[in-house]
């Protein structure tokens, strides 16, 4: 039996419940926060509603729907201003819970408006809205951060007070499920309960792990033998000793901080303990990427991307990645590569839109079925296994070229998803992951920007 679900997706109308729940700012403050904003009740002993108006009554006649507001309360965000999501954070004081009350109605007014200020209703969907707002965000705090250093205080505090802000929207995306309540006189009857939607129950609590590892290995970065340089070649730090900077980089990003080291190079500890960092950032960029993409193959292809597909797969890729593509021996898509020798990432980002859209070419072309003779279902069922073959292949294309370039841009397919979801609660794991996904491979880059400068350091001494 299929069960209903409550989203939070653009098209649905404010209802008396929600207004009421967000009307008075003013007795937030005095309310008590929870331990994990998580975890779902399964308290469903209120008594159901059964007014003829009630729009889950009449499709489900079987199944009573308790009153929402008693396993929804306030969001755990807007219930205490006085305490941090997280255990890092401390008790504020009065001031400071005023301007973050502050920070909330501005918040949640321009995430209402999307983005456009003059109120005509000019503005994007809430879920583009939303995933802006993570990604600003993100560019605000972490944009400038090019150091293995910790993140300074009040960026911190930045990003963990409006992050919470943002995900609190997730508190009201749950689904329904067939439950059963005792009534005091010791009967059982079944009634719909709810628990938060399976994808940000599985998604969100683990970016969130992965969000206070990373900011954990930025913050381990208090006493470190190496230091940075300025554009100028001046030293950052005056007590390290001088030596000439050196970048593996080029002219390649030239604006980055280039790390220095002294002549002997790292010591062993410092060596061993800046690697097993890097593979860690490494693990949590990789989590973060499988979470990013996942949420991306759920988001639906939009129309206007469909329709901009050209009719043919080989027209997209070119004739000599069709001809190694379509051969009917044994495929390596690093091969592949080799052979177009891709230097660039700008090269590699073009080559992944024309691959992408040749796959999802020969995927319609693979789900179409026609059937006039029997000799042309035969044809048409050996074009559909060639169709599903060059499919696949190109899946395994993108991914070998996502591995390796994984500082990638976004590709045509994936901005148009960004751009044209609708779902709230899937652009919120979208935006969070990829930023995560960002800033750890930038942890990692830093990381090896280090090791590169004690490998020539130790070469010289």
Known sequence: MDTPSSTCDEGSELDARSHSDYADFDDLDRQPRSGHRREASSDVSSECSGEPGSPYGSPYPRWPVCALPARLPQPPLLKSLSTTRRSGGGVRDGKAGDGELQLIKERFSKLL?????????????????????????YATVFGSCHRLEPLPAEKKSMWRREMDCLLSVCDYIVEFFPSKEILPDGTTREVMATRPR????????????????????????????????????????????????????????WWLPVPCVTKPGLTESARRDLQQKRDCASQIHKAAM????????????????????????????????????????????DYLLDCLEISSEHEALEAADRVEAAMHVWRRKASQSHSRTPWSALKDLMESDKNVMLASRAEDVLLCLKQRFPGLSQTTLDASKIQYNKDVG????????????????????????????????????
Not at 117 to 135: H, Q, R
Not at 198 to 206: E, K, T
Not at 436 to 458: G, K, Q, S
């Open 290 to 333: 499988a979470i990013n993409n996942s949420v991306l193959a759920e988001i639906r292809i939009p129309d206007l991307y469909k329709q901009a597909l050209p009719k043919c797969g080989r027209a997209s890729v070119g004739d000599l990645i069709y001809r190694h593509m379509s051969f009917p021996g044994k495929f390596s898509p």
């Open 113 to 137: 408006l999307g983005e456009d200020m003059s109120g005509s209703g000019k503005g994007v969907s809430t879920s583009v809205a939303i995933s802006n707002a993570i990604t600003n965000l």
């Open 426 to 461: 899937q652009a919120i794991l979208e935006s969070y992951s990829r930023v995560l996904e960002t800033l750890a491979y930038n942890i990692v880059t830093c990381i090896d920007d280090v090791l590169f400068a004690d490998e020539a350091a130790r070469k010289l001494a």
């Open 198 to 253: 399976s994808d940000i129950y599985v998604n969100l609590p683990a970016l969130e792990k992965l969000d206070d590892m990373l900011l954990e290995i930025l913050d381990s970065f208090q006493k470190t033998e190496f230091w940075y340089v300025n554009d100028k070649g001046q030293k950052d730090d005056s007590a390290a000793t001088p030596c000439r900077p050196v970048s593996h980089r080029g002219d390649d990003k």
